[in-house]
């Protein structure tokens, strides 16, 4: 695609992030976050992976990144605006005006959808704090070329459960964000043990292993796969993630956090 589409993809994880925080153009009358600030898109698998900077003054800068060829095009400078009920945004570049429609918004998370012809594509952002690529994405992808692959057993070892703590009761609970959506959960089964689980959706299945406690944080390896063959190659196909559950003041909440490379992200969580 070229460059000066503004495609960039997210979890979501997604959503993994900075805290770099802004204010300016508003997404709803409702909703306060912006989407000022520098989003990085996961690479796609032409190894396109743009950075773009949305100002509070309406400006947008897109930074083209290719992490398969490099790239020495310039930086593109545009106008953008957010329709008044926050679910659309317009680009106008010098190419022409781009319309994208506003899927989701968090503090560090953007998802944005785009038709082109009779595709429908959705891409996803993560705001970061300085105009870098995410390549180490893209390179892990293709250093390892077993994950473009159907998952096998041996790829992962399973094994979900939590060792006993006498403060264990505290993580219990389907941890989910400011969406409603589930991030992760802790559950007894019917053998009174604890585990880490999380219901597969369309898309990904999840498993986890290396369970432990450091301190008051609950620690585990969080791993993610895709019976979809169309999925083999996305960046987050057979990915295993670093993550982390923390108690805060409010017992219905909770501070997940995990690591996309040697990032760390933090999300407070709400128990449902």
Not at 6 to 11: G, H, M, P
Request: charged share 25%; hydrophobic share 35%.
């Amino acid at each position: 695609m070229r460059k000066n589409i503004l495609i960039c993809v997210l979890v979501v994880f997604l959503s993994s992030c900075a805290s770099t925080q802004g204010k300016g153009v508003n997404l709803s009358h409702e909703d306060e976050i912006s989407i000022v600030g520098t989003w990085a898109m996961l690479p796609l698998r032409n190894g396109i992976a743009n950075v773009v900077e949305f100002t509070d003054a309406g400006r947008s800068n897109l930074y083209p990144f290719n992490c398969r060829v490099g790239s020495s095009d310039p930086v593109e400078s545009s106008r953008y605006r957010i329709s008044g009920d926050g679910k659309r945004m317009r680009i106008f570049s010098p190419a022409g005006v781009q319309n994208f429609d506003v899927i989701s918004v968090e503090d560090n998370s953007m998802k944005l959808g785009m038709s082109i012809g009779e595709f429908e594509l959705t891409f996803s952002y993560v705001r970061v704090n300085q105009v870098s690529p995410l390549c180490f994405l893209y390179n892990e992808a293709v250093a390892d070329g077993s994950k473009n692959s159907a998952f096998k057993e041996e790829d992962f070892v399973h094994d979900p459960w939590v060792p006993e703590n006498p403060h264990v009761e505290r993580y219990v609970g389907r941890w989910e964000n400011e969406e409603g959506k589930v991030q992760v959960e802790v559950v007894r089964d019917g053998e009174a043990r604890y585990k880490i689980y999380k219901e597969s959706s369309e898309n990904w299945n999840h498993l986890y292993n290396d369970v432990r406690w450091s301190g008051l944080e609950l620690r585990y390896q969080h791993f993610a796969y895709s019976d979809k063959e169309e999925l083999f190659e996305h960046a987050f196909h057979k990915s295993s993630r670093l993550a982390m559950l923390t108690p805060v003041d409010d017992l219905n909440k909770i501070k997940w956090s995990f690591f996309v490379g040697d990032k760390r992200y933090d999300y407070i969580l709400n128990r449902r």
